[in-house]
């Protein structure tokens, strides 16, 4: 595998700036981060990153542990959906609707960031990640409205927008284009068919089998840039 091919797939991490013990973005990233960060908190909004960087033995852990029923699944409504009674092809896309295939997140590529506002939630009110703390009368509802109208003057977009039949709407996940852009291009289903080939994956038969269909529906559908 080439040294792109790696970033590409979470297989490396010498592309990414580690903010803290635990998140990284992109190098290339980071200035522009730093500026929105400091325009937000002129507004009172501390922006802050959840998750950045993953790499992919982390999201196949993260994907091992759903399928088996070790870590819960949501649908889209918040509710606990139990894995058990379906078989692979359904488990599939119960997992897909919020977590991404290990060598096809965007996390991997360190320009993708889950943002919150820690001094816009209530003391002992822990993060949940869920569309409702984003909605109106939601506690982030503000950063929400905040990063609709400004983040796109940094570069950065809401690549899940809306639920278009594969991944839920993430009212927290922003992309910066100018790097993003360019490993969506790089990124291609036959890299990512080697990569699962060679991982020790749950469902690996049934994944290999759908690919091209889970490549459309969840990795190719979302949206682009809105300038
Ligand atoms: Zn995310």
Redesign the pocket.
Known sequence: MTELEKILTGQSHQHIYWLSDNVGIHHDMLRDYKSMQAAAKAENIELKIA?GFRDFSRQLAIWNNKFIGRATVKDQQGNSVSLSALNDKEKIHAIMLFSALPGAS??HWGC???VYAPNLLAIEQTLQLEPWEYQAAGPLYPLALWLTENANKFGFYFP?NKFRGGVAA?P??LSYQPIAKQYQHQHSETLLAHTIANSDIQGKIELLRSLPNLYQRYICNVASYQA
């Open positions: 998750s965007r996390h993708d960031i889950d899940y993430e927290w996940h």
